[in-house]
Nanobody, 123 residues
Framework: VQLQASGGGLVQAGGSLRLSCAASRRTSSNNGMAWFRQAPGKAREFVASINWTGRSTHYADSVKGRFTISRDNAKNTMSLQMNSLEPEDTAVYYC?????????????????WGQGTLVTVSS
């Protein structure tokens, strides 16, 4: 499975961006998926996850209420709607496919990773 993340860019604080992740094969529709991010000089951190049906989602406390994860299994895509962006959200965002049907916040539970898309939030 190959994952292609897109939608990153430069936005002012308070603005919005929508990230997309396209999977190359339908296999991902049976697996949990997630977004992680890595800011310069920091470790990769969990952002949000979604189970294979799309009915169960989890968020990091830092993005709860501002970000929304969703997926469209018919199109093999996953999205992350990011609102009220803050400079602290600046990072490279990665999408990932889990080894199982549910999502988690543990990066070791994910088998396939996209190449990342850069989000820069200016103050």
């Amino acid at each position: 499975v190959q994952l292609q993340a897109s939608g990153g860019g430069l936005v002012q604080a308070g603005g919005s961006l929508r990230l997309s992740c396209a999977a190359s094969r339908r296999t991902s529709s049976n697996n949990g998926m997630a977004w992680f991010r890595q800011a310069p000089g920091k470790a990769r951190e969990f952002v949000a996850s979604i189970n294979w049906t799309g009915r169960s989602t989890h968020y990091a406390d830092s993005v709860k209420g501002r970000f929304t994860i969703s997926r469209d299994n018919a199109k093999n895509t996953m999205s992350l709607q990011m609102n009220s962006l803050e400079p602290e959200d600046t990072a490279v965002y990665y999408c990932a496919t889990a080894r199982s049907s549910y999502g988690s916040s543990d990066a070791t539970d994910y088998r396939y990773w996209g190449q990342g898309t850069l989000v820069t939030v200016s103050s």
